[in-house]
T-cell receptor, first 119, second 113 residues
Framework: DADVTQTPRNRITKTGKRIMLECSQT?????MYWYRQDPGLGLQLIYY???????NKGEISDGYSVSRQAQAKFSLSLESAIPNQTALYFC??????????????????FGPGTRLTVL | KNQVEQSPQSLIILEGKNCTLQ??????????LRWYKQDTGRGPVSLTI?????NTKSNGRYTATLDADTKQSSLHITASQLSDSASYIC????????????FGDGTTLTVKP
């Protein structure tokens, strides 16, 4: 089974509808992220959470909200979808930073993505 | 503003050939640089991770280099295979409490038979 799963994988909806995208992970990681990817562009951070009850805005949080219901679950909501929110959405997880010499790093593990189309 | 720029935007090579992808960044203070491979319609998968003190890292036919002084990295792919066709993304993280990451737009590599 995949470590990071997203549901649904594809969704078509209409302007003004409320949409929820779900992310679940079995990696035991505390940190979870939601990203958006537009064609030909890099991933942009929407929200991230370092623990249950910890929610932080990313670069492009307007129009989105999130809920960290449990360590393993992080959901993204579009309260009133609009066409320019049509994109690929990725959930990611990471563990605590690992030390390597004088630096640290934390590797992110991505889900398969949700393709959302808002008509 | 932290930025990550990748070049070329796209690249077409023949199977068996080598290629090199470039990544320039302005992220500061630097913590680490990661290269990801993203197949079409799939999530990115980590290839290499390099911190400040590392200047090269290999993963099979993939070799990444890092020059922290010039803030440049490259990803070299040797003996390319059709399965190497994908987008390659450079990601740089800052040494802050949040370890915030900046993603490049990616290089789309197409390997033709």
């Amino acid at each position: 089974d995949a470590d990071v799963t997203q549901t649904p994988r594809n969704r078509i909806t209409k302007t003004g509808k409320r949409i929820m995208l779900e992310c679940s992970q079995t990696k035991g990681h505390d940190r979870m992220y939601w990203y958006r990817q537009d064609p030909g562009l890099g991933l942009q951070l929407i929200y991230y959470s370092f623990d249950v009850k910890d929610i932080n805005k990313g670069e492009i949080s307007d129009g989105y909200s999130v809920s960290r219901q449990a360590q393993a679950k992080f959901s993204l909501s579009l309260e009133s979808a609009i066409p320019n929110q049509t994109a690929l959405y990725f959930c990611a997880t990471s563990g605590p930073p690992k030390d390597r010499g004088t630096s640290s790093y934390n590797e992110q593990f991505f889900g398969p993505g949700t393709r959302l189309t808002v008509l | 503003k932290n930025q990550v720029e990748q070049s070329p935007q796209s690249l077409i090579i023949l199977e068996g050939k080598n290629c090199t992808l470039q990544c320039n960044y302005t992220v500061s203070p630097f913590s680490n640089l990661r290269w990801y491979k993203q197949d079409t319609g799939r999530g990115p998968v980590s290839l290499t991770i390099m911190t400040f003190s590392e200047n090269t890292k290999s993963n099979g036919r993939y070799t990444a280099t890092l020059d922290a002084d010039t803030k440049q990295s490259s990803l070299h792919i040797t003996a390319s295979q059709l399965s190497d066709s994908a987008s390659y993304i450079c990601v740089v993280s800052a040494r802050t409490n949040a370890g915030k990451s900046t993603f490049g737009d990616g290089t789309t590599l197409t390997v033709k038979p």
